[in-house]
């Protein structure tokens, strides 16, 4: 098992990308901590529970800083350390430029841009503590290209990629690594409200012409945060279909 005996807060755990994850690392050994603010992370923890694997859920919005730091104390004073924070939860508010509201604009990057700065400066402490750290957050290829309707989303996940890039240079020498992966299109409830006709554009847009199942994506997760990318810290991963080349 690649992740045995590890600690892995996965934001975002109760549904798509996030769920992924936190079965895939229950699976290969770790105990995933599930972070979201809708109550079927619970149900997605107990699934784990029940298969023989190890999670919690919390109901907690990774832009609440006091709550993250006080479940991040709890975490470490029951488990005496915090291995790997995956930094999945993100939301989208799409607007053309001149339609974008303001509450659209600070929606998101309170959640995907502050969100990932709050979670993983409370986490830091506990890594440097154990010379330890996997820090693995939610980018997209749209952070990379830009994409119609999405000024405030692109801005954010380009903002991640760099966050990564930064975290490597200050916490490399902890032991810690930070990157970040770039899915293209992956079927998870945020993209459900595309209509039909879009979506086999999309396809069609895409090399490999199929879109992304979730666990496409939490494969790399899975490897960024295993001991097996020691030596790989400030890359953002594209899993794409090719798109981004
Ligand atoms: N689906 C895609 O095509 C795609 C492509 C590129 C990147 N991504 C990114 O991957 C990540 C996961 O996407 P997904 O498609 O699984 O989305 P999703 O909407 O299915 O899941 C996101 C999860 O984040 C949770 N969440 C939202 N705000 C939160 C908050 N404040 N605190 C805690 N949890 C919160 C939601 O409740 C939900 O469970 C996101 O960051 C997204 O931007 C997705």
């Known amino acids: 098992m690649r992740l045995e005996n590890k600690i892995a807060v996965v934001t975002g755990g109760a549904r798509g990308i996030g769920q992924a994850v936190s079965e895939l690392f229950a ?25 023989g694997g190890k999670a919690e859920y ?25 291995d790997i924070l995956i930094n999945n939860a993100g939301i989208t508010r799409d607007r053309t430029l001149e339609k974008m509201s303001e509450e659209e ?65 200050e916490l490399g020498k902890h032991g810690i690594t930070a990157n970040a992966i770039a899915p293209g299109f992956t079927m998870t409830d945020m ?10 554009a999309i396809k069609a847009g895409i090399p490999l012409r199929t879109v992304a199942q979730p666990i496409d994506i939490a494969y790399g997760y899975l490897y960024l945060a295993s001991d097996e990318a020691r030596f790989v810290s400030g890359i953002c991963l594209t899993i794409d279909g090719g798109t981004s080349r």
């Open 105 to 169: 604009w600070d929606a998101v990057i309170e959640v995907n841009l502050k969100g990932v700065f709050i979670c993983t400066q409370a986490v830091a402490p506990y890594m440097k503590e154990n010379k330890y750290g996997r820090i693995v957050s939610a980018a997209s290829n749209v952070g990379l290209r830009g994409n119609f309707g999405q000024t405030n989303y692109a801005a954010t996940k380009a903002g991640v990629i760099a966050m990564a890039k930064t975290w490597t240079v």
């Open 27 to 51: 699976q290969e050994g770790a105990t995933v901590i599930i972070m979201d603010l809708l109550p079927q992370g619970q149900a997605v923890a107990e699934g784990i529970n029940a298969s």
């Open 191 to 200: 993209v459900k409200e595309i209509p039909e006709e879009h979506f086999e």
């Open 58 to 82: 919390h109901s907690i919005s990774v832009t609440d800083k006091a709550a993250v730091e006080n479940l991040f104390n709890q975490i470490n004073a029951k488990y005496s350390r915090i």
